[in-house]
């Protein structure tokens, strides 16, 4: 059963903007943190942004400016508005959960992934 469900992955232009989403399914309550990782082809999974249940946030320095994450009424929504995109930025962008109030790898709900591509 899938737990997260992104979307709205694409492809991009260089400077182009992309919105993803993501949402638990319903089994899963009293989540704090949400949030998102990035793969690579060839580099490993790489933090880029969360947001608790406060509503207090973190970004990685790469993304700092660009990319702006924000969380649904429901709670159970994650968004992640990401801006003047670079083709470095293309990745597998995967959502992730948990009801600590650390995101990290090894968080308890992951999704499968959704593919950002930048390319001119």
């Known amino acids: 059963q899938v737990q997260l469900r992104e979307s709205g992955g694409g492809s991009v232009q260089p400077g182009g903007s992309l919105r993803l989403s993501c949402t638990a399914s319903r089994n899963i309550f009293n989540l704090n943190v949400m949030g998102w990782y990035r793969q690579a082809p060839g580099k490993t999974r790489e933090f880029i942004a969360r947001i608790t249940s406060g509503g207090d946030t973190n970004y990685a320095d790469s993304v700092k400016g660009r990319f702006t994450i924000s969380r649904g009424n429901a709670e159970k929504t994650v968004y992640l508005s990401m801006n003047s995109l670079k083709p470095e930025d293309t990745a597998v962008y995967y959502c992730?959960?948990?009801?600590?109030?650390?995101?990290?790898?090894?968080?308890?709900?992951w999704g499968q992934g959704t593919q950002v591509t930048v390319s001119s």
């Open positions: 992730a959960a948990g009801r600590g109030p650390l995101l990290t790898p090894s968080s308890e709900y």
